[in-house]
């Protein structure tokens, strides 16, 4: 689990409040001390909802497991997001066959641009960095979350409209082919009625 965000829906204000959790948040998981991403890998969704419930102490009712294949899908229905990308945004790991090399400046980023910026952390040599690169990254998980917050919200503003109410059902169909949740079609179709109100 590389990104974990809880939301809240209000379906009396037609307002989402969305908190993201840094991946090295410091958890008890069966008497001994781990890291939060621990909890997927190693028990699945139960786990992984369990552990967020108790560190909020609050009840979670569904849960969305979303792969990077669903993700880029589902931005590429879309016609992709326009965001503005910091020069120095270079970064390979082989281990993961994480290859990141985006162009800077204002740009629209398909499915495949738009995973790399939201895995994006650190370059492959601060000492190469543009100095502009430094003021949104510094290697920690806290600066990735404020940019894949900042890529939400873009993706927020400029989607959630009624012009795209017509690529809902290609979404929908992406979202049970590839992602785990115990959501029904039903459960979304009612959140897909209040899209324009969001």
Same mark, same amino acid.
């Given at each position: @689990?590389? #990104?974990?965000?809880?939301?809240?829906?209000?379906?009396? #204000? +037609?307002?989402?409040?969305?908190?993201?959790?840094? %991946?090295?948040?410091?958890?008890?998981?069966?008497?001994?001390?781990?890291?939060?991403?621990?909890? +997927?890998?190693?028990?699945?969704?139960?786990?992984?909802?369990?552990?967020? @419930? *108790?560190?909020?102490?609050? !009840?979670?009712? +569904?849960?969305?497991?979303?792969?990077?294949?669903?993700?880029?899908?589902?931005?590429?229905?879309?016609?992709?997001?326009?965001?503005?990308?910091?020069?120095? $945004?270079?970064?390979?790991?082989?281990?993961?066959?994480?290859?990141?090399?985006? *162009? @800077?400046? $204002?740009?629209?980023? !398909?499915?495949?641009? =738009?995973?790399?910026?939201?895995?994006? %952390?650190?370059?492959?040599?601060?000492?190469?960095?543009?100095? *502009?690169?430094?003021? +949104?990254?510094?290697?920690?998980?806290?600066?990735?979350?404020? =940019?894949?917050? %900042?890529?939400?919200? =873009?993706?927020?503003?400029?989607?959630?409209?009624?012009?795209?109410?017509?690529?809902?059902?290609?979404?929908?169909?992406?979202?049970?082919?590839?992602? *785990?949740?115990?959501?029904?079609?039903? !459960?979304?179709?009612?959140?897909?009625? =209040?899209? @324009?109100?969001?």
């Amino acid at each position: @689990s590389d #990104t974990m965000m809880v939301a809240n829906y209000d379906p009396n #204000t +037609y307002k989402i409040n969305i908190m993201s959790i840094p %991946r090295d948040t410091k958890v008890t998981i069966d008497g001994r001390n781990r890291k939060i991403n621990f909890a +997927y890998p190693h028990g699945g969704i139960d786990l992984a909802v369990d552990t967020v @419930s *108790e560190l909020l102490d609050i !009840d979670i009712k +569904y849960y969305v497991f979303l792969d990077t294949t669903a993700f880029r899908e589902i931005i590429d229905i879309l016609d992709g997001v326009e965001l503005y990308i910091p020069p120095g $945004m270079d970064y390979d790991d082989p281990i993961q066959k994480l290859h990141i090399h985006l *162009e @800077s400046g $204002m740009q629209v980023l !398909d499915g495949k641009k =738009a995973e790399q910026f939201v895995r994006f %952390r650190q370059p492959n040599s601060w000492r190469r960095a543009p100095a *502009e690169l430094k003021k +949104y990254y510094d290697g920690s998980d806290l600066k990735r979350i404020e =940019a894949q917050q %900042r890529f939400l919200k =873009a993706l927020i503003d400029q989607k959630l409209n009624i012009q795209n109410l017509p690529k809902l059902n290609p979404i929908i169909e992406v979202v049970f082919e590839n992602i *785990e949740t115990n959501y029904t079609t039903n !459960d979304l179709l009612k959140l897909s009625g =209040a899209v @324009s109100k969001l």
